[in-house]
């Protein structure tokens, strides 16, 4: 009775729930990591998560106990009180920038840790993978799918969480949340309990101590100079002229942003801000001002070179420095403004500009860019996160990569230029991340005449070792480099200098007839930095370049929103017969072929007899019974080689 009575006081329940705090600790402080932006950087980001964990007891304790209700979750108020603080720390406040981070003061101050950075261990590609997926979802959606996925929770007392913690549309954020899980399957699960995302198993490593000093320094001296010229400056403020020329100021050499040496290896967000400024020429505030002030108004007979959607405005503010050098004996800048990748150039022909867009780059899109391009050969600055760097030829994929030599400062040797006209030889970088970034991460990328190479990645057959997601990986393996083998010659048709990535999507595999031996089908998507992407389809047979079936111009085909494709094309057999052969993807179950000839077949593939002119079209149908028109003849249009 008496053990009754103090469980049912303020005081017994409060040891009860500190109780179970103390023994799920560590998965609650995982579910306040995995909620929380990624924006906040990993060190910020384990502080709060432990902060949120340890500040919920008062919250989970409510004054009047709840009933006891067989089958009820008893760390549900536990859940909710770090569910509703990390979605506080997520909401952006009224008017606050997009796309920039909350003020500090969002960040709970306890616990504190000064001079080190503590973040998780880092992971591979499937983790990297997963915490993009995660931060491409809202808040919410984020939380319930840790709910459902981690706290294994039912969608329904997901939902009951969510709504507890403050959430108007738990519903929708359980759907998002439970279509993201379908995607990525079982194996989600694994990933989500490693190190990676485990902000109790940490590293520490120490803050740049050359810079800490040098605050403390500045620190003091810019107290003194305050105090020394608040009272001049509030004399003198009535009298100084408002122009616009002043306002608008444009930016000068001593304005530029400069980022630490080691600041990449301790921030969540690994790309073009956590680039340092190199080169042997970082110091020369003349070439940075004639750089800075040829962006912003190029003279006349300056060559400015533009991508497809970026725009050419000057700095909107001090963009960072990321290299300023002497390549081949001619200056280069390199510059980033949070979107854009700014080059200048001065050669002997004159001075050039080129801007490219890169937002929303990552670790494997913000890990080179052209220096110089000269004498058929390419210059690359790479990433300070590459551990590894070699070339290898995309037409030879039996071949090993060739080590690349790279200084000091990161500018590689010159690496051949693929010029077109024939497919000879096919460079491509194969790069490898630090240890830090994560672990075995190794990636192709391909120079299409931009500023930054695009990434090359591969998604093999259904049940040749695809996950259920089917989501694309790095084109580093033997089924990958063989897909690139035969389609790397078709690269610069994909887009040009506004690609961002290209994937290789084996879509369908296919016996011929007559002895045409094996095909398979593949879909390559370029996507641009601008947001479309363009699809080529091919018809892949061993030992031979591919058959380009079709090409689309703007689709969301053989994207995550274009999931289902079938394509159609006429095929020679080596007994001289003309066949219409048709494939889609796996959800796909049968195939009518209509117009001169007319067929119907269950499955994925079709093989018809018709002559070499004959005019046909092909459907598909899907599992969910709508039907679906061959690639290239929907609004989009397409091209037909």
């Known amino acids: ?45 384990v502080l709060a998560a432990h902060s949120l964990v340890q500040r919920s007891l008062p919250d989970a304790t409510p004054a009047v106990p709840a009933p006891r209700v067989p089958g009820a979750d008893p760390d549900r ?51 990297m993978a ?32 969510l709504e507890a913690a403050g959430v108007a549309n738990a519903q929708v954020a359980v759907r998002q949340a439970a279509r993201l899980d379908a995607s990525l399957g079982a194996a989600a699960g694994a990933v989500l309990t490693s190190d990676e995302f485990d902000a109790c198993t940490l590293r520490a490593r120490p803050t740049d101590l050359v810079r800490r000093r040098r605050r403390v320094r500045l620190a003091a001296l810019a107290v003194l100079a305050g105090a020394l010229t608040v009272g001049g400056l509030a ?74 959607g970026t725009p050419a405005d000057p700095p909107p503010r001090a ?16 510059f980033h403004d949070g979107q854009r990748l700014v080059r200048y150039a001065e050669s002997g022909t004159g001075e050039r500009l080129s801007l490219a867009r890169v937002d929303d780059a990552d670790v ?36 090993p990569a060739r080590p690349l030599s790279v200084a000091r400062d990161g500018v590689t040797a010159p690496v051949p230029r693929w010029t077109g006209g024939g497919c000879g030889r096919r460079p491509a970088l194969q790069l490898r991340s630090s240890p830090a970034i994560a672990e075995h991460h190794a990636f192709l990328l391909a120079d299409l005449g931009g500023l930054t190479p695009a990434h090359l990645t591969y998604t093999p057959l259904p049940g040749h070792g695809s996950p259920p997601a089917r989501q694309p990986r790095e084109a580093t393996g033997p089924a990958a480099l063989v897909a690139w083998g035969q389609t790397g010659c078709d690269l610069d048709s994909a887009g040009g200098p506004g690609v961002r990535a290209v ?43 591919a058959q380009v079936v079709t090409r689309v111009r703007s689709t969301a085909v053989c994207s995550r929103f274009g999931r289902h494709v079938v394509a159609r094309t006429h095929w020679k057999s080596p007994r001289g017969h003309w066949y219409v052969l048709a494939a889609g993807s796996r959800h796909i179950t049968s195939l009518a072929l209509t117009g001169d000839v007319r067929a119907t077949r269950d499955g994925h593939t079709l093989a018809v007899r018709a002559p070499k002119d004959a005019s046909t079209q092909v459907r598909a149908r899907l599992t969910s019974g709508e039907t679906l028109p061959e690639v290239g003849s929907g609004p989009s249009g397409g091209t037909r080689p």
Not at 10 to 24: K, M, Q, S, T, V
């Open 1 to 45: 009775m008496v053990l009754s009575s103090l469980s049912r006081s303020p005081h017994g329940r409060l040891l009860h729930a500190e109780r179970r705090l103390a023994e799920r600790y560590t998965e609650l402080v995982r579910l306040a990591y995995l909620v929380l932006p990624a924006s906040l950087g990993r060190h910020r980001r």
């Open 77 to 127: 108020s536990l859940r909710v009180a770090v569910v509703r603080g990390a979605l506080a720390q997520c909401r952006r406040p009224r008017l606050w920038p997009e796309g920039t981070r909350p003020p500090r003061l969002l960040v709970p101050r306890l616990p504190v840790v000064l001079g080190l950075r503590l973040a998780p261990r880092s992971g591979g590609a499937e983790e």
């Open 130 to 161: 997963l915490g993009q997926a995660l931060s491409d979802l809202s808040a919410p959606a984020r939380a319930a799918f840790v709910l459902l996925r981690v706290e294994g929770l039912t969608a329904d007392h997901a939902r009951g969480v």
């Open 235 to 308: 004399a003198v403020t009535h009298s100084a002229p408002d122009t616009s020329e002043t306002s608008a100021r444009k930016p000068r050499s001593a304005d530029l942003v400069r980022v630490g040496p080691g600041e990449w290896a301790d921030t969540s967000r690994v790309d073009f801000t956590a680039w340092p400024a190199r080169g042997d020429r970082v110091r020369d505030r003349a070439l940075l001002d004639r750089a800075l002030a040829v962006w912003a108004d190029p003279p006349s007979g300056t060559r400015v070179d533009r991508a497809p």
């Open 319 to 334: 963009p960072r420095l990321l290299y300023a050098g002497s390549v081949g004996g001619h200056a280069v800048v390199v």
């Open 364 to 399: 494997t899109t913000a890990a080179a860019v052209v220096l110089d391009e000269r004498g058929g050969a390419v210059r690359y600055l790479l990433a300070p996160w590459v551990a590894e760097s070699s070339v290898r030829d995309l037409t030879r994929p039996d071949s």
């Open 503 to 545: 994937n290789a999507w084996d879509f369908a595999e296919q016996d011929l007839p007559d002895g045409g031996g094996h095909a398979v089908w593949t879909c390559a998507r370029a996507d641009t930095w601008q947001g479309p992407g363009n699809i080529t389809v091919s018809l892949r047979r061993p030992g031979e370049d």
